[in-house]
């Protein structure tokens, strides 16, 4: 099941960052695992025995050195580029795409990605039970989303301040933009008005 | 923890990437210069310790049991840094709603405070269970919970979650101890 653009916008992708770091983690358990094994002993005293660099595999080794040599700089090249690849992914800023509203040559409109959420965000802002908001633009060019946390004050009606966001502040972002759809994530904080403190 | 892990995956893209390079770049200069390997890295030397070293001897299972460890800790820094938030219904198409946790038990927590003979509250919730710890003087875990239980179970239909979380009250009451 692919996940909709507005789920996705719920939150900094991490999905890839996560995974590749546990596959990591799994393959120097079971390499640390299968090395603790073979010095304990456990696959037999001769292999406990043997060198780490067994003679063996240098042989065979040096009897295909062409294709050896071959695989590990193919090898090497690969892992280099999946690691650069995989130190920039993870580098990167979250996104926060212009929106295009017409693409035309000579007459495209692109709305900044700072305007949209300025504007969303004093719309929000002024809607009864809101202590606080903040909006912005996810996702990339083509899936363009908008991300909109609400921090709600204590006792505020969830329901009300519900229909006034998408009746007014959403429906109003939608007609100001042109568009019929506008992907959204909304993450909701409830009662965070300012706390009481004891004197 | 999802920091954490973000930083992790910086480091181990980079050493990744150099391992890679490393290896490819020695491999291709002493494939091209048998004579002036090594380039960067004293392989020759690494190459004829470990022909030395056996399986059994000391620094070997050390060094496995490090990485055996270190493994772990990073399979079990990813799988604690997962997402917590608590999906609500989404009230209209291309619209997504969470809230968090942390939301979702301050709202319990007022409306248990805010009942009878409660002298405090705290509460713990996840998406799948809400749990309800009750202080009270007056009245004793039989009396009170199932007024707390409904009273939480009511505030919970009105919020819009996508799954209803289980709730589980504890009462803690002297009058018990009597």
Same mark, same amino acid.
């Given at each position: ?14 999905? =890839? ?10 393959? =120097? ?15 037999? +005293? ?28 193919? !090898?090497? !090249?690969?892992?280099? !580029? ?39 965000? =004093? ?16 996702? +990339? ?31 109003? =972002? ?5 568009? +019929? ?19 | ?11 181990? *893209? ?56 270190? *493994? ?80 939480? *179970? ?25």
């Amino acid at each position: 099941m692919s996940k909709s653009v507005s789920t996705k916008a719920l939150a900094r992708s991490y999905g =890839a960052e996560r995974g590749l770091t546990f596959v990591i983690g799994l393959i =120097a358990l079971a390499a640390g695992v299968v090395a603790l094994v073979v010095a304990v002993g456990w696959l037999g +005293d001769v292999r406990a025995g043997r060198p780490v660099l067994d003679p063996l595999a240098v042989e065979w080794l040096g009897n295909h050195a062409v294709p050896s040599k071959i695989v590990a700089i193919v !090898v090497g !090249v690969l892992l280099f !580029v999946f690691g650069i690849w995989w130190f920039l992914r993870s580098l990167r800023p979250e996104n926060r795409p212009d929106i295009e509203l017409d693409r035309e040559i000579g007459r495209g409109l692109t709305v900044t990605s700072g305007a949209i959420s300025g504007a969303v965000q =004093a719309d929000a802002e002024s809607v009864d039970g809101v202590a606080k908001a903040r909006a912005r633009a996810v996702g +990339d060019k083509e899936n363009p989303a908008l991300r909109l946390t609400l921090w709600l004050r204590e006792g505020s009606d969830l329901k009300a301040v519900w229909e006034e966001i998408d009746a007014h502040v959403l429906a109003r =972002a939608r007609e100001s933009l042109g568009v +019929d759809v506008l992907p959204t994530a909304v993450r909701i904080e409830l009662d965070s008005g300012e706390r009481q403190r004891v004197r | 923890m999802r920091v954490f892990v973000r930083l992790l995956s910086t480091l181990l *893209g980079l050493v990744v990437a150099a391992a890679g390079g490393l290896l490819a770049l020695e491999v291709g200069w002493h494939w091209w210069r048998p004579a002036d390997a090594p380039l960067l890295l004293p392989w020759p030397a690494w190459r004829d310790r470990l022909s030395e070293l056996t399986w059994d001897r000391s620094p070997v299972p050390l060094i496995a049991a490090i990485v055996a460890v270190a *493994g772990l800790a990073l399979i079990v820094a990813t799988l604690s840094a997962r997402r917590r938030t608590v999906r609500m219904t989404d009230p209209a198409t291309g619209v997504s709603v969470t809230t968090s946790p942390r939301s979702l038990a301050r709202l319990v927590g007022h409306r248990v405070r805010a009942e009878d003979n409660v002298n405090g509250a705290s509460v713990t919730a996840t998406a799948k269970k809400v749990r309800v710890r009750a202080t009270s003087r007056l009245e004793t875990e039989n009396q009170l919970r199932p007024r707390l239980r409904e009273s939480v *179970g009511e505030l919970l239909s009105e919020v819009p979650l996508a799954r209803r979380p289980k709730v589980s009250v504890v009462v803690d009451s002297p009058k018990d101890r009597r």
